[in-house]
């Protein structure tokens, strides 16, 4: 599964044009309802386990809402060929708050890499799991990616990012998400 793939399908199920900040219509329930949404901030992680299926998590904020947004497929057995589902629920902005924001504001974006190993030796795996993070705002567009974090610095992210997601698939209470999420969990170490 391509990023390009879960972005699309993001601004498919969402019904947005782009991903960063524009005006949202959110619809729930009756269609004829319809909520505008102006987020200014907006962050998503895709989580890329080795031997799983990949999944997003966004958040989109606003100064009074946000919006939280799975698109993950998950891992559950009784239905394999299940497709990937777009998910997402609203926050009021004062019952927020955002750790991965906290880090990604405090950096640092390139830490000094562990040097325990002598000069010459690198570690590399080709299992685990990779990262793929991006930020919008009126200001900035950053994106990253980073794998198997061994600095405390990206793996206090990453330990931020699944927390959050963990928080957020409680109130969505979606079985695709709570597959996934329980699989991203098992990749993070503590």
């Known amino acids: 599964m391509a990023q390009i793939d879960l972005n699309n399908r993001l601004l498919e199920g969402l019904?947005?044009?782009?991903?960063?900040?524009?005006?949202?219509?959110?619809r729930r329930g009756?269609?004829?309802?319809?909520?505008?949404?102006?987020?200014?901030?907006?962050?998503?992680?895709?989580?890329?386990?080795?031997?799983?299926?990949?999944?997003m998590f966004v958040v989109f904020e606003s100064r009074s809402l946000v919006r939280c947004a799975f698109v993950c497929k998950g891992?559950?057995?009784?239905?394999?060929?299940?497709?990937?589902?777009?998910?997402?629920?609203?926050?009021?902005?004062a019952d927020w708050?955002?750790?991965?924001?906290?880090?990604?504001?405090?950096?640092?974006?390139?830490?000094t890499p562990d040097r325990s190993q002598p000069e010459g030796t690198t570690l590399a795996t080709l299992d685990g799991i990779a990262y793929f993070l991006q930020v919008e705002t009126s200001d900035v567009s950053a994106t990253f990616w980073f794998s198997n974090?061994?600095?405390s610095h990206y793996r206090s992210l990453e330990r931020a990012a699944c927390d959050l997601?963990?928080?957020v698939s409680r109130v969505i209470e979606h079985p695709q998400v709570s597959?996934?999420?329980?699989?991203?969990?098992n990749y993070v170490r503590e």
């Open 149 to 151: 974090p061994r600095g």
């Open 179 to 185: 597959s996934f999420v329980t699989t991203w969990t």
């Open 15 to 26: 019904r947005i044009p782009v991903f960063g900040p524009t005006r949202h219509l959110i």
């Open 75 to 93: 891992d559950v057995p009784d239905e394999p060929d299940v497709d990937y589902a777009v998910v997402d629920c609203l926050f009021r902005i």
């Open 30 to 55: 009756d269609q004829s309802e319809q909520t505008q949404f102006f987020p200014d901030r907006c962050w998503s992680i895709t989580a890329m386990p080795s031997f799983h299926n990949w999944g």
């Open 165 to 167: 997601a963990k928080r």
């Open 97 to 111: 708050s955002d750790p991965v924001l906290d880090i990604l504001t405090r950096g640092p974006l390139a830490p």
